[in-house]
């Protein structure tokens, strides 16, 4: 099946449109017109090889929104004209322990990602959102609730579901209260998302001059992480901390700010940290430390209906595809608020 997308083809060079052949849909599989891409951080590592086992040419994007085009016949649950979207991954092996539990993310075998991914059938390499199709294995569709506006939404895929995911693993409610470190593309979701389902939400920054944002995103406080005292005021307050720092930092200052059974739930970075954790501040208050990464279709969906019935999107900035370059750069500066989302029309240009 033709398509057009934007795609690197080397760690070093620009991405540029390209034409490719996607896989030939089976009886059951979604074909769906994409009309919105989100714009990761990880499409920036992949694309310029930052993990080193990118294949190249590689066409980023797991943030996707579209519209069914057409469905196999094993297919009920879509039909063409659905609005509906597509995450991280489009395929799993469907029959280890973590995936009949929904937890596609964590398959024995590795899911298939969206992008620089192998086809389980075909052997074929995947490719992402940045493009104009995509066929997709009808399990790993999702549903877009009605009302809620499809650019938006399309950062929920990734951010959303990676910040929902330990809210909900750790019953975060109405007498919840919840931290958030970092106000980026996925700091300002687990602020939407903790303030919609009930918590009290705070923001750690490590920056002054972000009260303004962060209230209007649902903080209901901010504690500036960089000031003893203002860290003290809070020691022994938070039942979850949701960190969503995408580097290498120091855990250890907010250790103490957890209550007791507290935990602190690691999203934002996948390396080692360069700080040892003193294990006295786990070990008093039987505080833990905690990770999480994206999330499974279930959940996903259970995401998306919530968002759907709080009218919760993403903060996005629209960008056409041809701008896509620039906007790594943007990225890498942190010059957007919050995400970037392509506008999949301007590849007709």
């Known amino acids: 099946m033709n398509a057009l997308g934007f795609a690197a083809q080397s760690a070093a060079s620009p991405l540029e449109s390209f034409a490719f052949e996607r896989r030939a849909p089976r009886p059951d599989d979604v074909v769906i017109d994409i009309l919105y891409c989100g714009v990761c951080h990880t499409d920036v590592h992949m694309a310029r090889n930052h993990f080193g086992f990118t294949t190249y040419p590689i066409v980023p994007g797991h943030e996707i929104i579209g519209r069914v085009r057409e469905v196999g016949p094993g297919v009920s649950r879509f039909k063409a004209g659905d609005m509906v979207g597509v995450g991280c991954m489009v395929d799993s092996c469907q029959h280890c322990k973590p995936c009949l539990k929904g937890w596609e993310q964590d398959c024995v075998e590795g899911p298939t990602f969206s992008y620089n991914g192998q086809d389980r059938q075909g052997g074929s390499i995947t490719y992402g959102g940045y493009s104009d199709s995509i066929v997709v294995r009808d399990k790993f569709v999702l549903s877009l609730p009605g009302g809620l506006d499809p650019a938006g939404a399309a950062p929920l895929l990734c951010a959303g579901i990676t910040t929902w995911s330990p809210l909900h693993r750790w019953n975060v409610g109405k007498d919840s209260k919840v931290a958030v470190i ?31 944002d962060a209230f209007r995103l649902g903080a209901d406080h901010v504690v500036l992480s960089s000031d003893p005292e203002q860290m003290e005021a809070v020691a022994g307050r938070f039942d979850v901390i949701v ?107």
């Open 182 to 212: 970092g106000l980026g593309g996925l700091g300002h979701m687990a602020l939407k998302l903790a303030k919609a389902l009930g918590a009290d939400v705070t923001l750690f920054t490590r920056s002054a001059g972000k009260e303004q």
């Open 243 to 349: 960190d969503t720092v995408p580097y290498d930092h120091d855990v250890n200052p907010y250790m103490p700010t957890l209550a007791l059974e507290g935990v602190l739930v690691l999203v934002g970075y996948l390396g080692p940290l360069g700080t040892p954790v003193n294990a006295g501040g786990v070990v008093r208050g039987r505080r833990a430390i905690s990770g999480s990464f994206i999330g499974g279709v279930p959940e996903t969906q259970e995401m998306l209906d919530f968002c759907g019935r709080h009218g919760i999107v993403s903060d996005v900035e629209i960008i056409p595809i041809q701008k896509i370059n620039e906007a790594y750069e943007r990225m890498l500066k942190s010059d957007v608020k919050y995400r970037f989302v392509i506008d999949m029309a301007s590849l007709k240009s």
